[in-house]
């Protein structure tokens, strides 16, 4: 498997501004244009950093291979916690892009979520909170190696920790559930969700030796139990997912080339559903 591109990718087109949604100001980074006379996918994209860090710099490798995968990328800076400010912060941006959507990305653009670690979480929640609104339509959700699992204690996390004694996703999930009752939400652990149906087709990439690689196929397992459309895909040459993720620059993350591919066949495969 090759982790690097015959043809470099050009370099990302990215803006930041502040948005005012829901009484608050947001940061957001905007990533690519909108060429005359196309349409394009539209993206609303959460960082990772286990709840604990991260900002728009640590989202702009995931950001960059979906605007590459030919998507116009809205990257949100969210409050990193407590539950329920970083969805709520998450649903807000999603409702302004998609009232912008003509102007982002053309006319019947279709939108959709994307996260990842911390950040697939609230793309998870996030689609769900939709769901239960009927509003706005998703064509898709995005989900690599997404955080799920507030036990932390699934095989693969524990092969990755190994004897460590400090944790950053339990630390996160720490700060993440400002209360016991939080663990029992559906918005805060999508993973433990008990009604799965009505939500847009998912795709969900790990790597093999993923700290989240179990949550997230269990994940994927149960919406396709459910009746959903889920494609995953397991990276064999992943090392250091989901941590080389957040490092700037898409050199850094293996298998960029072919996250992308993912990206684009996930998006040639949802133009031929009804737009919304």
């Known amino acids: 498997?090759?982790?690097?591109?015959a043809v470099p990718s050009p370099p990302s087109v990215c803006t930041d501004s502040t948005l005012t949604v829901a009484g608050q100001e947001v940061a957001v980074r905007v990533y690519g244009s909108k060429p005359a006379g196309q349409v394009l996918p539209l993206v609303v994209h959460f960082h990772g950093g286990a709840f604990v860090s991260g900002d728009l710099d640590n989202g702009c490798t995931v950001a960059s291979l979906l605007?590459?995968?030919?998507?116009?990328?809205?990257s949100v800076a969210y409050p990193l916690s407590?539950?329920?400010?970083?969805l709520?912060?998450?649903?807000?941006?999603?409702?302004w892009a998609y009232k912008q959507r003509t102007r982002l990305a053309g006319a019947g653009a279709q939108v959709y979520l994307a996260g990842e670690e911390a950040g697939g979480n609230l793309a998870a929640g996030v689609a769900l909170m939709a769901r239960d609104q009927s509003h706005p339509p998703l064509a898709g959700q995005i989900l690599l190696s997404p955080m799920l699992d507030p036990c932390v204690g699934t095989p693969s996390l524990r092969a990755a920790t190994g004897t460590a004694t400090a944790c950053k996703w339990a630390d996160g999930w720490l700060k993440f559930l400002g209360c016991t009752r939080d663990a029992e939400h559906p918005y805060a652990v999508p993973g433990a969700a008990q009604r799965l149906a009505g939500l847009p087709p998912t795709l969900v990439l790990v790597g093999s030796d993923d700290p989240m690689h179990d949550e997230?196929?269990?994940?994927?397992?149960?919406?396709?139990?459910a009746g959903l459309s889920v494609t995953r895909h397991v990276f064999n040459q992943a090392q250091q997912w989901p941590d080389a993720l957040l490092q700037p620059?898409?050199?850094?993350?293996?298998?960029a080339d072919e996250v992308q591919e993912q990206f684009r066949r996930f998006f040639a495969d949802s133009r031929c559903r009804p737009s919304p």
């Open 1 to 5: 498997m090759s982790t690097t591109s």
């Open 67 to 74: 605007e590459g995968a030919g998507a116009r990328v809205v």
């Open 82 to 86: 407590p539950f329920p400010q970083p």
């Open 88 to 95: 709520e912060t998450g649903y807000a941006v999603l409702q």
């Open 216 to 225: 997230a196929l269990a994940y994927a397992a149960r919406l396709e139990a």
């Open 249 to 255: 620059g898409t050199r850094a993350c293996p298998c």
